[in-house]
């Protein structure tokens, strides 16, 4: 089992900038993928980037050129740095860690990010 634990959220003003981390423990294996999901009401759960654990980047069109992901493996921490924040922006992020050994999906319990206009 993988523990994902967010934080960084909040409310912030468009244009601003917030940083989201995700800290996970439990059983951490060295080959997998984390990213950051997103969920805005009455919509379906969307991508908003990954990041493997050599580093390799993949981003949704929305966010490309605005949102930074990066991962400290030794703290096995993933942050999303998240600049010029859009209204339509705001949803529940979450945190997850896909395990390419196992196939094996985690999430954490999401934080909210509201971005007022």
């Known amino acids: 089992q993988v523990q994902l634990v967010e934080s960084g959220g909040g409310l912030v003003q468009a244009g601003g900038s917030l940083r989201l981390s995700c800290a996970a423990s439990?059983?951490?294996?060295?080959?997998?993928?984390m990213g950051w999901y997103r969920q805005a009401p009455g919509k379906q759960r969307e991508l908003v980037a990954t990041?493997?654990?050599?580093?390799?980047?993949n981003y949704a069109d929305s966010v490309k050129g605005r949102f930074t992901i990066s991962r400290d493996n030794a703290k096995n921490t993933v942050y999303l740095q998240m600049n010029s924040l859009k209204p339509e922006d705001t949803a529940v992020y979450y945190c997850?860690?896909?395990?390419?050994?196992?196939?094996?999906?985690?999430w954490g319990q999401g934080t909210q990010v509201t971005v007022s206009s």
């Open positions: 997850n860690d896909y395990i390419y050994s196992t196939g094996a999906d985690y």
């Open positions: 439990g059983n951490i294996f060295d080959i997998n993928a």
């Open positions: 990041i493997t654990t050599v580093g390799t980047t």
